[in-house]
């Protein structure tokens, strides 16, 4: 069984920052790529950033040039780095992992930026 732990959530103020981290734990698996999601209030959940393990990003475009993702496959840890943040970012943000065979999913961390 693999679980993935997110910390890092918390209230902001519009233009702050915050570092999500995420760390699987349990089964010995290989991670093809690990990433975050998000999901605001009656939206859909939607992809924020994924990185695969040969280091290669894909952003959305919503958080494009404000926010970095980063892994350490060592530790099987994924971060997310975010920058200028502003009200819209809102939301729950889940961690996302992905094997050959499935997918998990973390609990997920709210992240809230307000003034």
């Known amino acids: 069984q693999v679980q993935l732990v997110e910390s890092g959530g918390g209230l902001v103020q519009p233009g702050g920052s915050l570092r999500l981290s995420c760390a699987a734990s349990g089964t010995i698996v290989h991670f093809n790529a690990m990433g975050w999601y998000r999901q605001a209030p009656g939206k859909q959940r939607e992809l924020v950033a994924l990185i695969n393990s040969g280091g290669i990003t894909n952003y959305a475009d919503s958080v494009k040039g404000r926010s970095t993702i980063s892994r350490d496959n060592a530790k099987d840890t994924v971060y997310l780095q975010m920058n200028s943040l502003k009200p819209e970012d809102t939301a729950v943000y889940y961690c996302?992992?992905?094997?050959?065979?499935?997918?998990?999913w973390g609990q997920g961390t709210q992240v809230i930026v307000s003034s």
């Open positions: 996302n992992a992905l094997t050959s065979i499935r997918a998990y």
